[in-house]
């Protein structure tokens, strides 16, 4: 199987709005999407996006948001930054929303309204937010065991960074402002993907202070429900590229579900990422699926013939600390898995570290 060929998303049309018309950001966008041969562009007359939804018709709404790129301005709440764990201490949004189509989508949860991507062209200013937060975080900066990380700014909480960085150019100018700007203490950008597409990325001032990790999964789960993606081959030899160009570098094995073979499986995915990671600085996040009552109803109405497993009765009920239910794995279940990963990993990848089971 080829490793290094990734696919690139080209929106069909791309909008934007009145406050971001005259961002320099929104320039470079704009020329990066004529480059890449996007066929519409839109300047609305408002901050307002309109025309994404075809009446009475969930999927051609759902086709039409996944095509479109919306260029905005963030909202005030972007720029006050939130707590992100367990995988860093803050969230720092370059956009929201992800152009691929995996079934288990995490954001069909979380964000309202039709799923278009939308980039921020206010970036200057969100990236100047950061260094408020440096020092106060409660993930990395109060933990012994992860302070040399340094304070940690996710970017992947919303988007793919990496998905769309072709048509955006965010990721690159995020990772060249926290490699070379003087920050109050140390820092890390984190941000994890499931695409290959890292050849902007290998000669960029980095400074060791980004972590790009790939999203992972057993052959069952990603290529089955991850459409629109690049192969974890691709995704695993785009992560020794970037190691080997000095970026710190993860996996994030997620979501963790115990397929038919899921032993065999998930070893195999270990031996591959041994056998192209070897001497990186490694870690690992494992995380194993769940899903809310809410983000069921949104993935079944764009998934209507998925065979992904949602059922409440074959699953924990648990709440969160503001009281939203989820559904996991049963305990009996979930101690097996966890076992055999902490096991596994100790085995096949030893210098990795594990930062976290959830």
């Keep these: 199987m080829p ?29 990066r999407c004529s480059d890449a041969g996007v066929p519409d562009v839109e300047f609305l007359s408002s901050d307002r996006l309109t025309g994404l939804r075809v009446r009475d018709d969930d999927r051609a709404t759902y086709a039409r948001a996944k095509s479109t790129l919306a ?22 949004d370059l956009a ?57 700014f996710e970017a992947s909480c919303y988007t793919d960074p990496l998905g769309i960085e072709h048509v955006t150019g965010s990721l690159a100018a995020a990772i060249a ?19 290959g597409a890292v050849d902007p990325l290998l000669d960029l001032p980095h400074g060791g202070r980004t972590r790009i990790r790939a999203s992972v999964n057993a052959h069952g789960v990603a ?71 809410n983000s069921k109803d949104v993935l079944t109405g764009w998934y209507p013939r998925t065979k992904l497993e949602m059922e409440p009765e074959l699953r924990s009920r648990k709440r969160g600390k503001f009281g939203a239910v989820k559904y996991v794995y049963p305990p009996d279940e979930m101690r097996v898995l966890r076992a055999w990963f902490a096991e596994e990993l100790e085995r096949r990848l030893p210098a990795a570290r594990l930062l976290y089971w959830t």
């Design 3 to 31: 490793t290094t060929s990734t696919r690139l998303w080209v929106p069909r049309r791309v909008l934007v709005t009145r406050s971001a018309a005259g961002l320099p950001h929104t320039a470079q966008i704009l020329a």
């Design 71 to 92: 260029v905005v301005v963030s909202p005030p709440s972007k720029r006050k930054l939130q707590p992100i764990p367990p995988s860093a201490d803050w969230r720092v």
């Design 96 to 152: 929201e929303g992800c152009p691929a189509h995996c079934q288990y989508c995490y954001l069909a949860g979380s964000l309202t309204g039709p799923p278009v991507t939308r980039v921020y062209a206010d970036l200057d200013a969100i990236l100047a937010c950061m260094d408020a937060y440096v020092g106060a975080g409660s993930v990395t900066s109060s933990s012994a065991a992860r302070a040399h990380e340094g304070t940690t």
């Design 177 to 195: 402002h926290v490699g070379t700007h003087a920050f109050p203490g140390p820092v890390q950008l984190r941000a994890t993907t499931k695409f």
């Design 223 to 293: 290529g089955r429900f991850e459409g629109g993606t690049d192969p974890v081959a691709v995704r695993l030899a785009a992560l020794g590229r970037l190691a080997r160009a000095g970026y710190p570098v993860g996996l994030t094995i997620a979501p963790i579900m115990p397929v038919d073979g899921w032993r065999e499986e998930y070893g195999t995915l270990l031996d591959a990422a041994a056998a192209e990671l070897s001497g990186a600085d490694l870690t690992v996040e494992c995380i194993t699926h769940r899903f809310t009552p």
